[in-house]
């Protein structure tokens, strides 16, 4: 089994930057990709950002050049840098975890910008 924690979420200004984290543990051998999804009430939920065990990343277009994804593989950590925040950031951000073909999900944090 693989647990994921997600932290860091809280509200912000427009324009103001937060930092998540996402801490895996379990039972985690081989990951093939970890990334951050989110959902907006009323939305689906969309890949923001996403990073393969080999440090490829892909980011949504409405994300590029302000969030950033990176991981810690000796702390099974995965971060999400976001800067310039829009109040259309404004969602649950989800850590997802690839491993052996299953997903694994942590259980959310909430990301408001708002003035």
């Known amino acids: 089994q693989v647990h994921l924690v997600e932290s860091g979420g809280g509200l912000v200004q427009p324009g103001g930057s937060l930092r998540l984290s996402c801490a895996a543990s379990?039972?985690?051998?081989?990951?093939?990709?970890m990334g951050w999804y989110r959902q907006a009430p009323g939305k689906q939920r969309e890949l923001v950002a996403r990073?393969?065990?080999?440090?490829?990343?892909n980011y949504a277009d409405s994300v590029k050049g302000r969030f950033t994804i990176s991981r810690d593989n000796a702390k099974n950590t995965l971060y999400l840098q976001m800067n310039s925040l829009k109040a259309e950031d404004t969602a649950v951000y989800y850590c997802?975890?690839?491993?052996?073909?299953?997903?694994?999900w942590g259980q959310g944090t909430q990301v408001t910008v708002s003035s």
């Open positions: 997802n975890l690839e491993q052996f073909g299953l997903d694994y």
């Open positions: 990073i393969t065990s080999g440090g490829r990343t």
């Open positions: 379990g039972i985690i051998y081989s990951i093939s990709a």
